[in-house]
């Protein structure tokens, strides 16, 4: 059982050796190290001092000097791993962040340098109903615990499960305590309350950091719906990718993902542009179309003719099913793994040339080779998987010649045009009606269609 604080060390020498030292460290009353000041307070001792190997650390050529480097970094490691950094342990020197009991670091949030492993998964079995705990916690209920066994975890633990509203009351309590005696055990209590208090009730807010960044536009056209279910969006989020965008870059925003799309059916359903480019007045006046608008049930009586946008007008039954999609319906298109992953992986290139150009010392484009493996690699994973589940056959109703002829004897008798620009109605005019009107409003007309108001 580990009892009391727990300072990691690591050496190059036998153990025994580096005891040795300790001790005489201890021993001397001049050595103003944290870790020995400690064991010069009143019931500690040498005696009290315990030591246990975490970890070896061998190396190739056996010469320790070499394994220097390597030590350091399990050093560190372990001292995040078993949170033993002042006010919690006797470490006092962490890597990157200073002397933690000098005023330089008086602003340092301990617990934040400490490893954070994930909670372990619940099982699914019932739980017990538990009855909400009673939080009685005071300094001096605390107090007691920190020289017991495993009382620093359990300070810990208790800290970090009461509310947030009792932790501020002893927060305000440890404020509040005037304790100047840096070795004594209260001293460490209220730094351990005031560490994780600040850690607890004052989190940053969260701000992604890429806010303010300008993030840039990742185009790529839509070929089918398979592109999107492979969600370049999140893949430039992935941390295997993300790691890999060199740390001098000042862009590191992920893009903004723009689809360009396939052309909507109108081109192809309204044919007002291509009737009155091909119509000439005198032939038509001379032999007028045929039409059986009169007896028909669209016929719009006061023009004599059918105007309508009523879709009963279309007989073939995929073709009306179509057409009440409204004009900006596209078809769907097969699902080509090939061309998809060829799209993503041109629109990727094209962003990172584009990307490199921004950057302000405009590196080598080989600088995001690593970026865009890993985004190719997470492309492929995905399309592999996507494969198996996703349906490639989509029908196509312009494939079905019976659509393709109704819709030409549509043509042939109707102008279909859109019922006005932002509706997504379509309105079927009689062919006739255009040989009645006179050659002035047949140029209004005509105007009217190129300037798109009709
Ligand atoms: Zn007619």
Request: charged share 25%.
């Amino acid at each position: 059982m580990i009892i009391g604080l727990i300072y990691v060390g690591e050496t190059r020498q036998r153990l025994n050796f580096r005891m040795n030292d300790h001790r005489s460290n201890v021993n001397d009353p001049n050595n103003n190290k944290f870790l020995y000041k400690h064991f010069n307070q009143p019931d500690h001792s040498i005696v009290s001092m315990k030591v246990r190997i975490i970890e070896k650390i061998y190396h190739l050529t056996n010469d320790p000097i070499l394994s220097t480097p390597y030590r350091l970094q399990r050093e560190d490691f372990w001292i995040r791993e078993l949170g033993t950094a002042i006010p919690y342990g006797c470490n006092d020197k962490i890597d990157d962040v200073g002397i933690l009991s000098s005023p330089r670091c008086s602003t340092v949030n301990t617990l934040k340098l400490f490893n954070t492993s994930a909670r372990r998964n619940r099982s699914h079995g019932h739980r017990k109903y538990i009855p909400p705990a009673v939080h009685t916690v005071t300094i001096d209920s605390l107090l007691t615990s920190v020289q017991k066994p495993l009382g620093i975890h359990h300070i810990r633990t208790k800290l970090y499960s009461i509310p947030l509203s009792k932790l501020s009351l002893l927060f305000q309590d440890a404020k509040n305590t005037s304790v100047t005696d840096s070795r004594s055990v209260l001293y460490r209590l209220v730094a351990i309350i005031m560490d994780i208090a600040n850690h607890r009730l004052f989190k940053p807010v969260l701000t992604t950091s890429n806010s303010e960044e300008k993030r840039y536009f990742f185009k790529v056209e839509f070929a089918n719906k398979g592109l999107d279910a492979v969600n370049i969006g999140n893949i430039f989020h992935q941390k295997s990718v993300q790691k890999t965008i060199p740390d001098y870059f000042k862009n590191k925003a992920t893009p903004i993902i723009s689809y360009t799309y396939t052309k909507s059916i109108a081109s192809k359903i309204f044919n007002h542009k291509r009737v009155l480019e091909a119509f000439n007045l005198k032939d038509t006046k001379s032999k007028p179309p045929d039409c059986s608008c009169a007896s028909s049930q669209y016929n719009y009586s006061p023009a004599g003719h059918i105007i309508t946008g009523d879709l009963g007008i279309v007989t073939n039954e995929q073709l009306r099913e179509l057409l009440a999609k409204g004009p900006k319906y596209r078809i769907p298109q097969p699902i080509n793994w090939k061309k998809n992953f060829k799209l993503l992986m041109d629109a990727v290139e094209d962003y990172a040339r584009k990307w490199i150009k921004r950057e302000p010392d405009e590196p080598d484009l080989d600088t995001l080779s690593e970026w865009i493996k890993a985004i190719r690699s997470c492309i492929q994973r995905r399309i592999q998987k996507l494969r198996c589940n996703m349906s490639t056959r989509v029908s196509n109703p312009f494939k079905n010649p019976e659509v393709v002829d109704a819709l030409s004897s549509l043509h042939d008798k109707y102008v279909v045009v859109p019922a006005d620009k932002a509706s997504n109605n379509i309105v079927f005019i009689c062919k006739n009606i255009i040989c009645n009107v006179s050659l002035q409003s047949l140029k209004l007309i005509k105007l009217l269609v190129i300037l798109h108001i009709l």
